[in-house]
């Protein structure tokens, strides 16, 4: 489902609340095109889940396949240009 922006501003947060029963995500588009997203909090969290899971996952093979830098904090910090 897609709304625009002007629509939020003058139904307010109501017509967004009985849009979600109906419908799992909602687009607001701005000037023509999609630019925010509203997900039940739900679905959110279980995104972020996701997104971390995977995270663990590369940094665990990284580990397995010897690709880390073993530094200091100092020296991690000059690496990045800090």
Do not use: C, Q
């Amino acid at each position: 489902m897609i709304i625009t922006a002007n629509e939020i501003k003058t139904k307010g947060i109501s017509y967004i609340s009985k849009l979600m029963k109906k419908y799992n995500e909602i687009f607001i588009s701005v000037r023509g095109k999609k630019k925010f997203v509203i997900l039940p909090i739900e679905e959110y969290e279980r995104l972020k889940e996701a997104e971390l899971e995977k995270a663990i996952r590369e940094a665990e093979e990284d580990y397995k396949n010897s690709k880390f830098v073993v530094e200091t904090a100092e020296e991690h910090f000059k690496r990045l240009g800090i």
